[in-house]
């Protein structure tokens, strides 16, 4: 089984409006050619016609079995209007998580101003996924997106589960510490590379989640993401089974660990919402 826990339904060619069911099309589309069965749909922090509002993706994939939503918030725009609406998603289990941008938005995660958006994933038991490290965008700052910072929140809100994406990369090894350190913080290995493994840099980094694995213990920790559409389904999970895990260890990233932490039922080798 497979849950891809960080896809997007953007438009990241920029010369073209795409519509949300057209990029979700595609999405579906490449989760069957590789046999993924649940996908975990990360909205923007910014809202534009090449990046669809919360309540859109919900409305698109409400009725889809195999498609989830996490509700991106703008540190710098979000209202309380905003709050009351994806708490009310929430409540009625249409959203599975909240997602911020540190590093595409000037602000670090430990700022007092998130404490209400904290705390309203502390009420719904859901958690929130931090962008980590490097920045598609070459106008983001990445000194914000620092995976350390993320300590800070770990701490002062123990009862918060937290998600650090991209492995905080190219940070890897602050990040293993933060994950080993923190009972309540997890990792995704999504976004990677841009496109498709080169076979170089694809042992680079298999070497690098190696000596994650290593430093942090059984990966309880780590949950299996791509990035998609930025990176290819399948190139990724070429990569996660060329680590060489026992099966044990792989079933818990490629599925098992996202179940849990996003509060997926399973039967039957299948998500049932």
């Given at each position: ?24 099309d595609n999405l ?169 493994f080169e076979d ?74």
């Amino acid at each position: 089984m497979i849950i891809d826990c960080h896809t997007h339904l953007n438009n990241y060619h920029e010369d073209r409006v795409r519509s949300i069911t057209d990029c979700l099309d595609n999405l579906q589309e490449e989760m069957s050619a590789n046999s993924v069965d649940y996908a975990l749909v990360l909205s923007s922090y910014k809202i534009t016609p090449h990046r669809p509002a919360t309540k859109d993706v919900v409305e698109a994939t409400r009725d889809l079995d195999n498609v989830a939503v996490v509700a991106g918030i703008s540190y710098l725009h979000y209202k309380e209007r905003d709050l009351r609406e994806i708490a009310d998603f929430l409540a009625n289990g249409l959203v599975k998580g909240l997602k911020l941008y540190p590093g595409y938005e000037p602000f670090y995660p430990h700022d007092r101003r998130l404490q209400v958006i904290y705390d309203l994933a502390i009420e719904f038991d859901v958690p929130v996924m931090i962008h980590s490290g490097d920045t598609y965008s070459p106008t983001g700052r990445v000194r914000y997106s620092h995976p350390l910072h993320i300590d800070d929140v770990a701490v002062d809100f123990p009862d918060l589960k937290l998600v650090i994406c991209h492995v905080g990369n190219p940070w890897i090894r602050d990040c293993m510490e933060v994950v080993y350190k923190n009972e309540n913080a997890h990792a995704d290995i999504s976004g990677l590379v841009l496109g498709d493994f080169e076979d170089r840099f694809e042992q680079f980094m298999l070497q690098e989640i190696r000596e994650m694995i290593l430093y942090a213990g059984e990966p309880k920790y780590l949950l299996y993401g791509t990035d998609w559409p930025i990176c290819g389904m399948k190139s990724y999970l070429k990569f996660i089974r060329g680590l060489g895990l026992p099966e044990k260890s792989l079933e818990l990233i490629l599925w098992q660990n996202a179940a849990r932490l996003f509060k997926l039922q399973v039967q039957d080798g299948k998500v049932v919402n």
